[in-house]
Each structure stands twice: as structure tokens, then as C-alpha cells.
């Protein structure tokens, strides 16, 4: 049951509301040495045109590619809805932190 999803996805939206990926995160399972090594990993998946929620062709998404947020230090994605353009940061350390936090949140009492 190696790196299989837990299945808690998110959407990464530009400033204005446009879908420009999925954020998952994902249980790792792995052996270093011998010993068994669990944790949680943050995935980026981006789609390589933004879907914009009020448009007809949304249905149509075209992932443009998997990135591994814990493999990058960040980058800065721009928006391919036309006439938007919004450039949102990915920042995987933050992405992580906002994610525990609303699970802390919504699982007090
Ligand atoms: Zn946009």
C-alpha cells in the first residue's frame, strides 16, 4: 500500500477564483534501512489551463503535470484564463502548515 492517498484534495485557486490545480495530500509509506518510515507528503498538481468555475468548457481539465511540493522551495504560476493573469505563489512549507491548521481546527470540539 505503498504512497496511496488518503484522499484529501483541495483546489489551488488563482486571486480570482480560477482552479489552477489540486493540492493533495498523500500518506508515504517507505523502508529506509529496514525500518518502516510513514508520513504525509504535500502533491501539487497542476493543470495546464486554469478552469474558470463560470465557464462552459470547465469540464474539459488537462492536467498539465504532477510537481512534488516537498521537492521544490517554490514558484510562482501564472493564470491562463484570458484577461485574468494572476500569478499565485506556491510555497509548499506554507501550503502544509494552512492544511494542518484547518484539520486542527475542524477536528475541536
Ligand atoms: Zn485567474
Redesign the pocket.
Known amino acids: 500500500m505503498d504512497g496511496i492517498s488518503d484522499g484529501k484534495i483541495k483546489q489551488w485557486?488563482?486571486?480570482?477564483?480560477?482552479v489552477?490545480g489540486v493540492v493533495v495530500r498523500e500518506k508515504v509509506k517507505t523502508e529506509i534501512e529496514g525500518v518502516t518510515v510513514k508520513y504525509h507528503t504535500t502533491k501539487l498538481v497542476i493543470y495546464r489551463l486554469?478552469i474558470?468555475p463560470e465557464a462552459e468548457s470547465a469540464a474539459q481539465v488537462d492536467a498539465a503535470g504532477t510537481l512534488y511540493g516537498r521537492m521544490l522551495l517554490g514558484f510562482s504560476w501564472k493564470?491562463?484564463?484570458p484577461s485574468?493573469?494572476?500569478v499565485r505563489d506556491w510555497n509548499p512549507d506554507d501550503e502544509a502548515l494552512d492544511w494542518l491548521k484547518k484539520r486542527f481546527e475542524g477536528s475541536k470540539e
Open positions: 485557486k488563482c486571486g480570482k477564483g480560477h489552477l486554469a474558470d493564470c491562463s484564463v485574468c493573469g494572476c
